[in-house]
């Protein structure tokens, strides 16, 4: 007992913690539960926090609660209520794991070429597959970071509050990030995801060139792309039915996301003639985390034509162009008629109206299609020339080229007068128009007439070149029956079949080789001996015959006496050709001398008809007589037009510049008797002085293309050059033939020749002017005229012959535009030597063509080729080196709108959705 002690009364109530634990989490809110105990209730109480109080909040009677927000440290408070005071409590604040920064670095793959970008504050991206991302991140009261996905779990590498973590992600991922420290296990995990864009494959769209271009090769044209870039593009070929044995050939394309291709089928790929490949193009992106991947094309098929066959091709789509080309000209002659009408009406109406103004129009733009179409068949007659014995020097061919060049330019000339006609047609009267109507209708009439020439010596030309080709087939047929007889291995029914299927398609070449030299104005000698093509085929049956049996022994004299008798067929053709061209020349040039007589006699006549015309005076009874005589000379060069016109449909040499000559010599005929019966005399004496001049100019074209004929007569006893004679020659052997020709040109020249003088061969007593009296223009022609000639033929065939070495030796080595100057100027070489023969000229020219091919080997040889005697393995790799597109091709590739999808600089979601985009359209 304390009876000294004082002491208070109990509280009436008590205050009780109902919380299990004062204990929280930093930053997380916590809710004190208070209740009281006691004989009184109390209606409120208050929390004391520091120098702070509050309300608690009521909840029922006698309970109450509190919210603290986000404690950071340890909280000490009591709780007062009707001045009842509670002991001192305190609240514990635990430390949690808190992230103070997050960011992600994200790398790249370096083949797309996209510089590091980082993200901060989310761990959400999207992003190209293969990119290394890193996270860092920045901690407070951390111990450990976890990146989790639903497969496995990866620690942070911790430094000092900062951990690091860094993955390569290849597919799309969802994750966690997940702290802890000592107090708090797996505190918070945060959920993040990370969407990967794949690389698409590159995608390859290739078409073929449409048939409607008219293009003779094979080409193809291809777009490329892909998301980030593309890397190569391959031609990937092989024999049909052979996908094992490919081979690959490398397109150059650019490294970018798109590019379009043109290639022309078969290029430069290593292919064996007369052989069927399917091929498909292949291209590959940049991927290098796959690899490349790559996307092919569909499979195309094309046939490599072996020689004979391309020759077979050429041939048919020549006669298809001349065919279509004679139908045009058959048009022309409509058209000269309707000409004629214009000028008349021209001349009768002193004003047109609008009907006639059209009629002038529509023949205007008549003519214009008629042009253009005429100028087209024209380029597909030079090019089928262009493509046929490529590496074969041919003298008609070359004459048939230059010709047809010259034809394209007088066709340029005629648009531009039509397009002038065009300009001046509203003006009837205009005597601009007039003229131009008149020179359109001249330059017509002249080019009609080559074009007729050009038709026929074309068609001349390939019924000559089809005779030696099938008796080349026939040589070679012979030799295969020959080699089958021999060999008891292969000496087989089956094989014998296959030869008598080839003497059947030789026997219908023959068949189609007479119906087109039928066709010709002047036939050639083309024997056809249907009793040995007889005697052929029952030897041939007979020897299958044999074989059916398998007896060989009896088979084997059919087979020599078929493969004699083919032989004997194939030089019968051949000495028929060559006797059927020489007897040819020799009557061409004899007609050629008659020309030249008649035409030196008409331009003599037609001089004494100016002077009569000159000296009689106006109104003399004399005047009508001179008209008739001009008339009569009209008659008489009508004839020498006849028969210069006849002799150019199967002799090359009586150029285009004849045939204008001759047009102008008619021309002015035709004006001088029409201004000379309407008394403009003067007019008319200058246009009988033009008809003169023309002759003249005629003459002297005519005198040297006699020469020329002269010279190819000469040599065409020794024959003509082989095809492939010089071949095997490399280029130091060409070098050193080239300078002994040089040296045989030097000693073939006499002494007494000046400088810019020769010999020039073939020349004649020809009359070279109207005050000529038989003189020729380098006196009479020595005794050794038919001498020098040989000599100097002998020269032009090994000269032919080394050019065509050089031809062939460039192609060999993959060179071919390479020494383009040197071969040009060979051929320049060879006219010369026809034109002028042996002449100091002629030596310049072999020293300037010397001193190229020493340039051409020492270009060669920086280039890595050593020009030495070297075997001939083919060493070449495939370069897809391409000629110049045909002008169509080009035209039509420009037409083309072509959307050139370059990358854009989006982020990668936005990319995203412009590809799905795409995809869906």
Do not use: C
């Not at 089958?484 to 219908?508: G, M, P, R, V």
């Not at 050709?577 to 001398?593: F, H, T």
């Not at 003067?682 to 293309?705: T, V």
């Not at 130091?732 to 000046?754: A, F, V, W």
Request: charged share 25%.
């Amino acid at each position: 007992m304390h009876f000294n002690a004082a002491f208070s009364p109990p509280a009436p109530f008590v205050f009780r913690i109902l919380n299990s634990t004062l204990v929280t989490e930093q930053d997380k809110d916590f809710i004190l539960h208070i209740k009281t105990q006691g004989k009184i209730v109390p209606e409120s109480a208050m929390i004391f926090i520091g120098k702070e109080s509050y309300f608690l909040e009521t909840i029922k009677p006698g309970e109450f609660q509190f919210k603290i927000t986000k404690p950071v440290n340890t909280i000490s408070f009591y709780i007062k209520a009707n001045d009842v005071v509670s002991s001192d409590y305190e609240l514990k604040v635990i430390a949690v794991p808190t992230i103070s920064n997050f960011q992600m670095n994200l790398v790249y793959p370096a083949y797309l070429n996209l510089k590091s970008t980082i993200i901060k504050g989310t761990g959400n991206a999207i992003i190209p597959e293969g990119t290394q991302v890193t996270w860092i991140i920045s901690t407070n009261a951390t111990q450990n970071v976890m990146w989790s996905n639903d497969f496995k779990t990866f620690p942070f590498s911790k430094s000092s509050n900062s951990f690091q973590l860094t993955k390569n992600i290849v597919q799309n991922t969802e994750y966690q990030i997940i702290t802890s420290n000592n107090a708090i296990k797996n505190f918070e995990k945060l959920n993040y995801q990370i969407n990967v864009i794949k690389d698409q494959f590159p995608t390859i769209n290739i078409t073929k060139a449409s048939d409607s271009l008219a293009i003779s090769n094979a080409y193809f044209i291809g777009q490329l792309s892909d998301d980030y870039g593309l890397s190569k593009l391959q031609i990937v070929y092989y024999e049909s039915g052979k996908p094992v044995n490919t081979k690959r050939g490398t397109i150059a394309i650019k490294q970018a996301t798109f590019d379009q291709f043109v290639f022309e089928f078969p290029s430069n790929l290593d292919l064996v003639k007369g052989t069927n490949y399917d091929f498909y193009f292949e291209v590959f992106d940049n991927d290098a985390i796959h690899h490349f991947k790559s996307s092919r094309s569909s499979v195309f098929s094309n046939r490599i034509l072996s020689d004979e066959e391309k020759q077979n091709s050429l041939l048919k789509e020549q006669n298809s162009t001349i065919n279509s080309l004679q139908k045009t000209l058959s048009k022309q002659d409509k058209q000269f008629s309707d000409l004629d009408k214009l000028q008349q009406m021209n001349k009768e109406k002193n004003d047109l109206n609008f009907k006639d103004r059209q009629k002038i129009n529509d023949f205007v733009n008549q003519q214009q299609l008629q042009n253009n179409l005429m100028k087209e068949f024209a380029n597909k007659m030079k090019n089928n020339l262009d493509k046929s014995n490529v590496n074969q020097f041919d003298d008609k061919k070359e004459l048939l080229q230059k010709r047809l060049d010259n034809t394209t330019k007088e066709f340029d000339k005629n648009k531009k007068l039509l397009d002038e006609l065009n300009e001046l047609y509203k003006k009837i009267k205009d005597e601009d128009f007039v003229q131009k109507l008149e020179k359109y209708k001249e330059n017509s009439k002249s080019q009609n007439r080559n074009l007729a020439q050009l038709v026929e010596l074309t068609k001349r030309y390939y019924v000559e070149k089809k005779a030696e080709q099938l008796a080349d087939k026939l040589h070679k047929l012979s030799q295969k029956e020959d080699k089958l007889s021999e060999s008891d291995k292969e000496n087989t029914l089956e094989e014998q079949k296959k030869l008598s299927e080839e003497f059947d398609a030789i026997q219908e070449e023959l068949k189609n080789l007479n119906k087109d030299n039928d066709d010709l104005k002047s036939p050639m000698d083309i024997p056809s001996d249907l009793d040995m093509e007889k005697s052929i085929k029952e030897d041939l049956n007979k020897a299958s015959s044999d074989l059916q049996y398998n007896n060989k022994t009896k088979a084997k004299p059919s087979q020599k006496s078929a493969a004699k008798k083919m032989q004997e067929m194939s030089k019968s053709i051949e000495k028929s050709m060559e006797d059927s061209a020489k007897d040819q020349i020799e009557e061409d040039v004899k007609m050629l001398r008659q020309i030249l007589d008649n035409l030196l006699a008409y331009s003599f006549s037609q001089e004494d008809v100016m002077n009569q015309f000159r000296a009689t005076k106006i109104g003399s009874p004399s005047f009508n007589k001179y008209i008739k005589t001009q008339q009569n000379l009209k008659t008489q060069f009508k004839h020498i037009d006849d028969s210069l016109f006849t002799l150019s449909l199967r002799q090359p040499k009586i150029a285009e510049s004849v045939t204008k000559e001759v047009a102008n010599v008619q021309y002015n005929i035709d004006k001088s008797i029409e201004s000379l019966t309407e008394s403009q005399f003067s007019k008319g004496f200058s246009q009988q002085q033009y008809a003169i001049s023309s002759a003249n100019k005629l003459a002297d074209l005519l005198s040297n293309s006699l020469n020329s004929m002269q010279m190819q007569m000469s040599g065409s006893s020794s024959g003509k050059p082989k095809p492939g004679q010089g071949s095997g020659m490399q280029l130091p052997d060409i070098i050193k033939k080239q300078g002994e020709l040089s040296d045989k040109i030097k000693q073939g020249m006499k002494p007494s020749s000046k400088p810019g003088e020769g010999n020039k061969p073939g020349d004649s007593n020809t009359k070279g002017s109207q005050s000529g009296k038989g003189q020729g223009q380098n006196g009479d022609i020595n005794s050794d005229g038919e001498g020098d000639a040989k000599a100097t033929m002998d020269i032009y065939k090994q000269q032919q012959q080394l050019r065509e070495a050089l031809q062939e030796e460039l192609n060999k080595k993959g060179l071919g535009n390479n020494g383009q100057n040197t071969l040009e100027q060979m051929k320049q070489l060879e006219k010369l030597l026809l034109n002028k023969g042996f002449s100091n000229e002629s030596i310049q020219k072999m020293n300037n063509i010397k001193q190229e091919l020493l340039k051409l080997e020492t270009a060669i040889r920086l280039q890595g080729e050593d020009p030495k005697r070297q075997s001939e393995s083919n060493l070449k790799n495939f370069s897809n080196q391409s000629n110049p597109l045909p002008k169509v091709l080009s035209d039509y590739l420009n037409s083309i709108e072509i959307l050139n999808r370059q990358s854009l600089p989006l982020r990668s979601n936005f990319n995203q959705k412009v590809q799905v985009y795409f995809k869906h359209k």
